[in-house]
């Protein structure tokens, strides 16, 4: 199993970002994906979580009207679309496998990480 997100990089305060998530060795459709955050000094956060069907989808209140999330079951690929970015949203960003169809759980419900990619967003 694996996991690659891309996309991320350097950005000014209220630019956009278009993060994605590459995945293989599952069953795509079968699982829910989440995006998390880690910023220095900082715990993770669960940024998002879209379900294996894109029916359920949870955003942190910090984000939402902000980010988007998605998935293309096709492409096993799943996408965190950023827009209006903020510096507070510098952080490295993660996504990861739940190990449920609908939700994601950061302590103990996800099993595959992948490696992170970097979002600075600064003038």
């Known amino acids: 199993v694996q996991l690659q997100a891309s996309g991320g990089g350097l950005v000014q305060p209220g630019g956009s970002l278009r993060l994605s998530c590459a995945a293989s060795?599952?069953?795509?459709?079968?699982?829910?994906i989440g995006w998390f955050r880690q910023a220095p000094r900082s715990r993770r956060e669960t940024i998002s979580c879209?379900?294996?069907?894109?029916?359920?989808?949870y955003y942190l209140d910090s984000v939402k009207g902000r980010f988007t999330v998605s998935r293309d079951n096709a492409k096993n690929t799943a996408y965190l679309q950023m827009n209006n970015l903020e510096p507070e949203d510098t952080a490295v960003y993660y996504c990861?496998?739940?190990?449920?169809?609908?939700?994601?759980?950061?302590?103990?419900?996800?099993?595959?990480w992948g490696k992170g990619t970097q979002v600075t967003v600064s003038s």
């Open positions: 879209i379900s294996n069907d894109s029916g359920t989808i």
């Open positions: 060795g599952f069953e795509f459709d079968n699982y829910a």
């Open positions: 990861a496998k739940s190990l449920s169809r609908y939700h994601c759980a950061i302590n103990n419900g996800m099993d595959y």
